[in-house]
C-alpha cells in the first residue's frame, strides 16, 4: 500500500514538473530581446511601434536611454512582426519575430550610416531593413525626376539591383519576409515610375514626351493581389495611382468607382477605401 502511495505522488509530482516546464518552454518561445546602444542621443527615450495594419502604427512601449545611451527592452509576442523604432527625429522599421534576440547600435547624428546589429537571431531581416532604409535615403532624390526618359530607366535599374543585391547579401531566414521585401521592391520602383511623368513635366515644363510603352509595367503591377495586399508598398503604390490618376473628378464617388475598377474581392475593397476615404 505505501509503495502504491509512492507511486501515485511520484506520477503527480512528475505530471506538474511537466506542466510547468511545458509552460516555461512556451513562455520562452514568445520571448523577444532587443537592446543596444544610442551615441549622441538627443532623447531621453525612444518610441517603440507595433504594425497593427500596412498602414497602421501602434505606440507598443517608450524605450528609457540611460546616461550612456544604452536600453533594453523585452516582450512577449506570438508572431513574426514589423516594428517601428523612433529617436529623435528619424525612424526605420524593424522586424522581429519570437525567440530574437538583438543588439543594436548606432549613433543618432548619422543613424542609416552606422546602425550595426548583433544576435543569433534577428540581426539578419533587420540588416537588410537598415540597408532598405539608407537606400531610400540615398536614391529616392528629386535629381532622378530630373532625368530623360532613357536615364531615368537606366537609373531606376540600379536602385532595383541595389535592393536586390543586399537583400541576397543579407543571409535572411524567413521566406515569408523575404518574398513580402522582394515584392516591396517593385512596388517602390513602381511609385517612381508612376511619379516620374507628373514631376518632371513640371520640371520640363512638358517638352519631354514620354515613349509609347512607357506605362507597360505599371499596368502590370496596378492589378488586385490578395497576396500583397498587406504590404505597405503596394497600397503605397495604388494609393498614388488612384488619387493622382484622378485627381480631377469629385473626390468620394469617383475614388470608390476607381476602386472597384482595380479591386474586386469585397475585403481588398474595404481596406483600400479605409486608407482613401
Not at 508572431?79 to 534576440?101: H, I, M, R, T
Not at 550595426?116 to 540588416?127: I, P
Not at 488612384?242 to 464617388?253: F, R
Request: hydrophobic content about 40%.
Amino acid at each position: 500500500m505505501r509503495l502504491f502511495s509512492f507511486l501515485i505522488t511520484l506520477s503527480v509530482v512528475f505530471l506538474l514538473q511537466n506542466c510547468v516546464s511545458e509552460t516555461a518552454v512556451q513562455e520562452h518561445n514568445r520571448q523577444i530581446a532587443f537592446a543596444g546602444k544610442v551615441e549622441n542621443a538627443s532623447v531621453e527615450k525612444m518610441r517603440f511601434f507595433k504594425q497593427i495594419s500596412p498602414v497602421e502604427w501602434r505606440l507598443h512601449a517608450e524605450i528609457p536611454l540611460d546616461k550612456q545611451g544604452n536600453f533594453h527592452l523585452h516582450f512577449e509576442d506570438t508572431l513574426a512582426q514589423y516594428y517601428k523604432l523612433s529617436c529623435g527625429k528619424v525612424e526605420w522599421n524593424l522586424f522581429l519575430s519570437p525567440k530574437d534576440s538583438l543588439y543594436m547600435t548606432f549613433d543618432e547624428k548619422t543613424p542609416f550610416k552606422t546602425i550595426r546589429n548583433k544576435g543569433k537571431r534577428g540581426k539578419h531581416e533587420n540588416n537588410y531593413l537598415n540597408s532598405k532604409a539608407f537606400f531610400i535615403q540615398k536614391h529616392f532624390v528629386d535629381s532622378i525626376f530630373q532625368m530623360n526618359e532613357k536615364d531615368f530607366h537606366k537609373e531606376i535599374k540600379y536602385i532595383k539591383k541595389q535592393f536586390l543585391f543586399a537583400i541576397n547579401e543579407a543571409n535572411i531566414q524567413q521566406k515569408g519576409f523575404r518574398m513580402k521585401e522582394r515584392n516591396a521592391i517593385d512596388y517602390m520602383m513602381g511609385k517612381l515610375l508612376y511619379l516620374y511623368p507628373k514631376i518632371n513635366k513640371d520640371i520640363s515644363s512638358g517638352t519631354i514626351k514620354l515613349s509609347d510603352h512607357y506605362y507597360e509595367f505599371m499596368d502590370a503591377l496596378a492589378v488586385e493581389n490578395t497576396q500583397f495586399i498587406d504590404i505597405p508598398e503596394y497600397l503605397d503604390f495604388m494609393s498614388n495611382l488612384i488619387l493622382y490618376e484622378y485627381s480631377e473628378m469629385d473626390p468620394k464617388p469617383m475614388i470608390e468607382e476607381v476602386i472597384l475598377k482595380y479591386f474586386k474581392e469585397p475585403a481588398n475593397i474595404q481596406k483600400v477605401k479605409k486608407i482613401l476615404i
